[in-house]
């Protein structure tokens, strides 16, 4: 089950029903299937609450994939700050929604095992955002 919630904002305009079916066929491309998913959609104060509690990291991020994946059924808390969301699409000269979508799927990506963090891998996970996009 996918879950959307909001804590310290208002809940972005997402089609649910849709984004879940986008979900579902994303994880599916990789072999995967859908189990418990939370997002969890905030401000920058928040997820900058979450990055120093959990992670021990004092900075603000767009998101923050917390993995309870088990075997091939991906489950996770995904944070996403709709104000770093908002600043990147405008740093990057890109559409709200879209730049929205690419950080839902980019917690995806992370929970079906796709990294972002070593040499080579943003490029890998900026191609798979960019297949996921496509298909949505």
């Given at each position: 089950?996918?879950?959307?919630?909001?804590?310290?904002?208002?809940?972005?305009?997402?089609?649910?029903?849709?984004?879940?079916?986008?979900?579902?066929?994303?994880?599916?491309?990789?072999?995967?299937?859908?189990?418990?998913?939370?997002?969890?959609?905030?401000?920058?104060?928040?997820?900058?609450?979450?990055?120093?509690?959990?992670l021990?990291?004092?900075?603000?991020?767009?998101?923050?994939?917390?993995?309870?994946?088990?075997?091939?059924?991906?489950?996770?808390?995904?944070?996403?700050?709709?104000?770093?969301?908002?600043?990147?699409?405008?740093?990057?000269?890109?559409?709200?929604?879209?730049?929205?979508h690419?950080?839902?799927?980019?917690?995806?990506?992370?929970?079906?095992?796709?990294?972002?963090?070593?040499?080579?891998?943003?490029?890998?996970?900026?191609?798979?955002?960019?297949?996921?996009?496509?298909?949505?």
């Amino acid at each position: 089950m996918i879950t959307y919630q909001t804590d310290g904002t208002r809940m972005p305009n997402i089609k649910k029903r849709e984004t879940t079916a986008w979900i579902r066929r994303v994880t599916a491309t990789y072999g995967k299937k859908v189990g418990d998913i939370s997002y969890i959609f905030c401000n920058d104060e928040r997820i900058l609450e979450v990055n120093r509690e959990y992670l021990q990291h004092d900075y603000y991020t767009d998101i923050i994939t917390f993995d309870y994946t088990e075997g091939n059924t991906v489950s996770g808390d995904i944070f996403i700050s709709l104000d770093t969301v908002k600043t990147n699409s405008e740093q990057y000269n890109t559409p709200y929604d879209e730049e929205l979508h690419r950080i839902i799927i980019h917690g995806i990506l992370h929970l079906c095992g796709i990294d972002d963090k070593g040499p080579g891998e943003r490029e890998l996970m900026e191609a798979a955002e960019n297949r996921a996009l496509s298909i949505r």
